[in-house]
């Protein structure tokens, strides 16, 4: 078992993306109880509006982030403006069929702009592994896992010590007693789900350095962040965050243990996540970590 | 004319495909995004049992429907309990499962290479065969009419009015004493038999199945036809399903519209967009298709459009779509 803690380092890590991927996605979810199915695509496009700048123009990170910021800020104000928000009141199917066609319109856009094939952030240079007691790990990797715990961190603080985030706690309870209450529901969800969206683009601009980019990426980390929601229980934001670090250890440690001189094939890896919905939606349909029971 | 027996044919296929949808999601609001998955599971075993077993046309055919039924059992057992959000991520992961099992299992599906070299079907006693898509084009037909006369049939009966009973309001259903379990599940297995039959069709006609095939963007495809079409209508499916198939064609000819204008105007290109006000209203246009009519744009451009028409559908009637007043 000398490759145990490499595992549980690389569980760790894709944990932490998953988990920066979800965070926006539960929260959007408490708030509004909508699905965004597009929530993954975002991370797409905010990984290509750096990826534009970064490696086709040559600008430096500083710009290149600012850019993607920008430009994620924008089109999340706009999506929730047409996609979301005049549906969210109506029917569950409406925002889930919106939101679905706006993730097909993102992911033609990117694929007819940037092209289908494989574009990688790092191509430029060489990144060195470094190595702690037998573990490899890059210093993108440690970016990604400090990032997680600090941005984390600031949810936390925000939502449970600010005054913005007793408010959102307050809509996620109960809207009609929060906004009587005089809580602007409007500016909450724009704020949620815009920085929502911010958060997913981080994690894809992380994606892009660790991995690679593709316009079909979207669809992938949609359903693995839909699976750390439905791990944690349906806008739980904390089960969630823990549903997405269990993800990433059981996907990694799926494929890595012999399971008696037989080990799954790295294709299965992606296939763990959805086999897992289907497993707590069969018997645990709250989730691990939620403990009041559904109504119905 | 080959072309149009060509998109004839595929607008038969859809028209299985879409009408067994309809009946889930149309009268029983079950968002089953598996759909498609069923689909691709009956190609997979037709393609499989034609090209490994060298297996007859009906058998294929039954198999494939019955694999399916089977399918939509599990799925059944599997989503039960799951309303609405819950069923929609359900039923999303299952279909992912299969994907993740055909681009995977490679020693039977051969992973994203596909499956190649599918024969068309042939009757020996009847001494026809169906390599002409003329007689492929009447066997689709013939299966087709038979799929709406059973749809037909249970979209008009007491089946059909315990379904949408049990979309609106499920503890009232069983206060009536109807079987609301019983009747989802038979909704899925009806509508997963067809899915089946539909697959085999696509993998006969098209004679080379892969993955690609049936992705996400095939299942947006379908469910714009039904909301084209109001989910839950009979004619309005077929409609959708003809005016959605048909409607992408004309970007296919899009790199001809200069020859078009060189003939309408009787001048070269050049000329026409040298002429004031007219040409600099043509020349962007023009520029516009010919960048959309190359093939790396085109296919993504397709899925945009359906993207859109669906966006534009749900956008304009979203008070009417799903009500949650009564409609039965």
């Not at chain 1, 928000?85 to 919106?98: I, Q, R």
């Not at chain 2, 059992?73 to 299969?98: M, P, R």
């Given at each position: 078992?000398?490759?145990?803690?490499?595992?549980?380092?690389?569980?760790?890590?894709?944990?932490?993306?998953?988990?920066?991927?979800?965070?926006?996605?539960?929260?959007?979810?408490?708030?509004?109880?909508?699905?965004?199915?597009?929530?993954?695509?975002?991370?797409?496009?905010?990984?290509?509006a750096?990826?534009?700048?970064?490696?086709?123009?040559?600008?430096?990170?500083?710009?290149?982030?600012?850019?993607?910021?920008?430009?994620?800020?924008?089109?999340?104000?706009?999506?929730?403006?047409?996609?979301?928000?005049?549906?969210?009141?109506?029917?569950?199917?409406?925002?889930?069929?919106?939101?679905?066609?706006?993730?097909?319109?993102?992911e033609?856009?990117?694929?007819?702009?940037?092209?289908?094939?494989?574009?990688?952030?790092t191509?430029?240079?060489?990144?060195?592994?470094?190595?702690?007691?037998?573990?490899?790990?890059?210093?993108?990797?440690i970016?990604?896992?400090?990032?997680?715990?600090?941005?984390?961190?600031?949810?936390?603080?925000?939502?449970?010590?600010?005054s913005?985030?007793?408010?959102?706690?307050?809509?996620?309870?109960?809207?009609?007693?929060?906004?009587?209450?005089?809580?602007?529901?409007?500016?909450?969800?724009?704020?949620v789900?815009i920085?929502?969206?911010?958060?997913?683009?981080?994690?894809?601009?992380?994606?892009?350095?660790?991995?690679?980019?593709?316009?079909?990426?979207?669809?992938?980390?949609?359903?693995?962040?839909?699976?750390?929601?439905?791990?944690?229980?349906?806008?739980?934001?904390?089960?969630?965050?823990?549903?997405?670090?269990?993800?990433?250890?059981?996907?990694?440690?799926s494929?890595?243990?012999?399971?008696?001189?037989?080990?799954?094939p790295?294709?299965?890896?992606?296939?763990?996540?959805?086999?897992?919905?289907?497993?707590?939606?069969?018997?645990?349909?709250?989730?691990?970590?939620?403990?009041?029971a559904r109504?119905? | 004319?080959?072309?149009?027996?060509?998109?004839?044919?595929?607008?038969?296929?859809?028209l299985?495909?879409?009408?067994?949808?309809?009946?889930?999601?149309?009268?029983?609001?079950?968002?089953?995004?598996?759909?498609?998955?069923?689909?691709?599971?009956?190609?997979?075993?037709?393609?499989?049992?034609?090209?490994?077993?060298?297996?007859?046309?009906?058998?294929?055919?039954?198999?494939?429907?019955?694999?399916?039924?089977?399918?939509?059992?599990?799925?059944?057992?599997?989503?039960?309990?799951?309303?609405?959000?819950?069923?929609?991520?359900?039923?999303?992961?299952?279909?992912?499962?299969?994907?993740?099992?055909?681009?995977?299992?490679?020693?039977?599906?051969?992973?994203?290479?596909?499956?190649?070299?599918?024969?068309?079907?042939?009757?020996?006693?009847?001494?026809?065969?169906?390599?002409?898509?003329?007689?492929?084009?009447?066997?689709?037909?013939?299966?087709?009419?038979i799929?709406f006369?059973?749809?037909?049939?249970?979209?008009?009966?007491?089946?059909?009015?315990?379904?949408?009973?049990?979309s609106?309001?499920?503890?009232?259903?069983?206060?009536?004493?109807?079987?609301?379990?019983?009747?989802?599940?038979?909704?899925?297995?009806?509508?997963?038999?067809?899915?089946?039959?539909?697959?085999?069709?696509?993998?006969?006609?098209?004679?080379?199945?892969?993955?690609?095939?049936?992705?996400?963007?095939?299942?947006?495809?379908?469910?714009?036809?039904?909301?084209?079409?109001?989910?839950?209508?009979?004619?309005?499916?077929?409609?959708?399903?003809?005016?959605?198939?048909?409607l992408?064609?004309?970007?296919?000819?899009?790199?001809?519209?200069?020859?078009?204008?060189?003939?309408?105007f009787?001048?070269?290109?050049?000329?026409?967009?040298?002429?004031?006000?007219?040409?600099?209203?043509?020349?962007?246009?023009?520029?516009?298709?010919?960048?959309?009519s190359?093939?790396?744009?085109?296919?993504?451009?397709?899925?945009?459009?359906?993207?859109?028409?669906?966006?534009?559908?749900?956008?304009?009637?979203?008070?009417?779509?799903?009500?949650?007043?009564?409609?039965?």
């Amino acid at each position: 078992m000398e490759i145990l803690p490499q595992l549980l380092v690389n569980s760790l890590i894709s944990g932490s993306i998953y988990a920066l991927a979800s965070a926006g996605l539960a929260l959007v979810y408490g708030l509004l109880r909508v699905l965004n199915f597009a929530h993954g695509h975002f991370m797409m496009v905010g990984a290509y509006a750096f990826y534009f700048l970064a490696v086709e123009q040559a600008y430096g990170l500083p710009a290149s982030a600012a850019f993607a910021l920008l430009v994620i800020v924008l089109l999340a104000a706009l999506s929730f403006k047409i996609f979301v928000e005049p549906f969210a009141s109506l029917s569950f199917f409406l925002p889930f069929v919106t939101t679905l066609s706006l993730a097909t319109i993102f992911e033609s856009s990117v694929s007819i702009i940037f092209d289908v094939n494989v574009k990688s952030l790092t191509s430029g240079f060489e990144i060195n592994s470094l190595s702690f007691a037998g573990i490899f790990i890059t210093p993108v990797q440690i970016v990604i896992i400090l990032s997680a715990l600090v941005l984390l961190g600031l949810i936390a603080f925000i939502i449970h010590s600010t005054s913005l985030g007793r408010r959102i706690r307050a809509l996620s309870q109960d809207d009609y007693a929060g906004q009587a209450l005089g809580v602007s529901k409007k500016k909450i969800n724009y704020l949620v789900f815009i920085s929502g969206a911010v958060l997913a683009a981080y994690a894809g601009i992380l994606i892009g350095y660790e991995t690679n980019l593709q316009p079909t990426m979207g669809n992938a980390y949609t359903i693995k962040a839909f699976a750390a929601m439905i791990l944690g229980g349906l806008g739980n934001l904390w089960g969630t965050i823990a549903g997405a670090y269990v993800l990433g250890l059981v996907e990694n440690l799926s494929i890595g243990i012999d399971f008696w001189g037989y080990s799954l094939p790295a294709g299965y890896k992606d296939a763990f996540a959805f086999v897992m919905i289907l497993l707590v939606l069969l018997f645990k349909p709250r989730g691990l970590f939620n403990k009041e029971a559904r109504e119905a | 004319m080959e072309y149009f027996i060509h998109l004839i044919i595929i607008i038969g296929i859809y028209l299985i495909l879409a009408q067994s949808f309809n009946l889930t999601l149309g009268l029983g609001l079950l968002f089953n995004l598996a759909h498609v998955s069923v689909y691709a599971v009956g190609a997979y075993v037709t393609a499989l049992l034609a090209t490994e077993l060298g297996m007859g046309f009906f058998g294929c055919l039954v198999c494939s429907v019955l694999i399916c039924g089977l399918f939509a059992i599990i799925l059944g057992a599997i989503s039960i309990k799951l309303k609405e959000d819950y069923f929609a991520i359900g039923t999303l992961a299952f279909s992912s499962v299969i994907s993740a099992l055909l681009i995977n299992w490679k020693s039977l599906t051969h992973g994203v290479l596909g499956i190649p070299g599918i024969p068309r079907p042939e009757f020996s006693f009847l001494k026809v065969d169906f390599y002409d898509n003329i007689n492929f084009l009447v066997l689709t037909y013939v299966l087709v009419a038979i799929t709406f006369f059973m749809l037909y049939l249970f979209f008009n009966n007491f089946f059909a009015r315990t379904l949408r009973a049990q979309s609106e309001f499920r503890q009232a259903t069983k206060a009536l004493g109807k079987n609301t379990r019983l009747t989802r599940n038979m909704s899925f297995f009806i509508a997963s038999c067809f899915a089946g039959l539909a697959g085999s069709l696509y993998a006969y006609y098209i004679n080379y199945i892969d993955p690609s095939s049936f992705s996400l963007t095939e299942m947006i495809f379908v469910l714009t036809v039904v909301v084209v079409g109001k989910p839950g209508s009979f004619w309005g499916c077929v409609f959708g399903t003809v005016f959605l198939v048909l409607l992408p064609e004309p970007l296919r000819f899009t790199r001809d519209v200069p020859l078009a204008l060189e003939w309408l105007f009787g001048m070269p290109y050049p000329q026409i967009s040298a002429i004031p006000v007219l040409g600099w209203l043509i020349t962007p246009v023009v520029s516009f298709l010919l960048y959309a009519s190359r093939p790396s744009v085109l296919g993504p451009m397709r899925q945009m459009l359906y993207a859109v028409i669906l966006f534009i559908v749900v956008y304009f009637r979203r008070e009417a779509l799903f009500p949650v007043q009564r409609r039965v």
